[in-house]
C-alpha cells in the first residue's frame, strides 16, 4: 500500500534538533523522561562524525516529521551476517494509526535486506501492547528464552577497571 502522504528519508545533520525533541518525545511515551541524558553534541558525533556509530531515519506526514527510527548494525556469529537493531521507532501520538510506524519499519527493512542482513531486531516494554500488536501484525515474533541484561553506570565503570583492560 503505497501513502503519498508519507515520506521515509535518511535524517540530515541539520535534522539532529529534531531527532532529540522526537527522543523526548518517545522517552515521554515510555514514561522514562528522567532517564535523559540528551548531549546535541554527541549525538550529532554519533550520527554524522567521522566514525558514526547510529542511524536515523525520519517519518514525514504531509511534509511534517512526526517520526523517527534510529538504529545500528549488529553480527550475528551463527548466521555469519550482519543484521540491524532498531533502537528507538516512535510517532508522536497524535499521528499514530496513519502508517508512518508501518512505513519507517518497513524502510529499515528494505536496507537490512539491501545490505544483506540476516536480521532485524529490536525490544518493545511489556506494557506496550499497541506496539506489540503492530509488531505481531507485520510478521514480528518474541524471542523466547532470552532475557537482555545491561550493564551501566557504576556498575560499568567499577567492573570495566576490576577487569584489567
Not at 109 to 128: F, K, M, P, Q, Y
Request: glycine letters at 14%.
Amino acid at each position: 500500500m503505497s501513502n503519498s502522504r508519507i515520506r521515509v528519508r535518511a535524517a540530515a545533520p541539520d535534522d539532529v534538533d529534531l531527532v532529540l525533541e522526537l527522543i523526548r518525545g518517545l522517552a515521554e511515551y515510555e514514561k522514562l523522561a528522567h532517564e535523559l541524558q540528551l548531549d546535541e553534541g554527541r549525538l550529532r558525533g554519533h550520527l554524522f562524525g567521522d566514525r558514526p556509530y547510529v542511524e536515523v531515519l525520519i517519518g514525514e506526514l504531509d511534509g511534517g516529521a512526526v517520526g523517527y527510527a534510529l538504529y545500528f548494525h549488529t553480527y550475528s556469529t551463527f548466521l555469519t551476517k550482519p543484521g540491524i537493531w532498531l533502537e528507538d521507532l516512535f510517532v508522536t501520538p497524535e499521528h499514530r494509526g496513519q502508517g508512518v510506524g508501518r512505513a519507517l519499519l518497513g524502510r529499515l527493512a528494505g536496507i537490512a535486506t539491501e545490505r544483506g542482513c540476516g536480521r532485524l531486531e529490536w525490544s518493545v516494554l511489556d506494557w506496550n501492547t499497541p506496539a506489540i500488536s503492530f509488531y505481531r501484525g507485520i510478521g514480528a515474533r518474541p524471542v523466547k528464552g532470552w532475557t537482555t541484561y545491561r550493564l551501566t553506570g557504576d556498575a560499568l565503570l567499577s567492573f570495566g577497571a576490576s577487569s584489567g583492560a
